[in-house]
């Protein structure tokens, strides 16, 4: 499923570049998430989400892949080091292809995804998880188990 999503092409991580068959293996859920260092909400949702992800990163059923919309590298380094999950690497072409996919038109946006199934669980998960915090995430998890 990583790679019909993904392809095969390595994703960034803070440890190097990783395969996305590998970068997913444990987990049940992927989140998709679109996002720019100069979008207020964005500045916003990201370290709320960071700090939900943390708490959650033991078990390694979440997995996410950050979709930089940022327009240079500095900035897209300043902010994904921001972040502790993987990313798409800067100007990468699977972000036009996954943002067509899932109908972005507007950051940020969190798609959630059953690994397993590619299934879309929720298309709009930065204000499910605003709104709901940690229980958002657990209830994805409920769906795929």
Not at 28 to 56: D, W
Not at 90 to 96: E, L, P, T
Request: aromatic fraction near 10%; hydrophobic fraction near 40%.
């Amino acid at each position: 499923m990583a790679e019909e999503l993904l392809g095969t092409a390595e994703l960034t991580s803070k440890s190097g570049p990783v395969l996305p068959s590998n970068a997913f293996e444990s987990a049940k859920i992927v989140g998709i998430y679109f996002s720019m260092h100069n979008c207020p909400p964005c500045r916003q949702f990201t370290p709320v989400f960071a700090e939900l992800y943390n708490e959650l990163a033991g078990d390694k059923t979440l997995e996410v892949v950050f979709c930089s919309g940022d327009k240079d590298i500095e900035t897209y380094n300043e902010y994904y080091g921001e972040m502790p999950w993987l990313a798409l690497p800067f100007k990468d072409a699977r972000m036009a292809a996954l943002a067509k996919k899932y109908d972005v038109r507007g950051v940020p946006r969190l798609v959630i995804i059953n690994k397993a199934t590619g299934e879309v669980l929720e298309q709009n998960g930065v204000q499910k998880l605003m709104m709901e915090g940690p229980s958002a995430i657990e209830e994805y998890l409920a769906k795929v188990k």
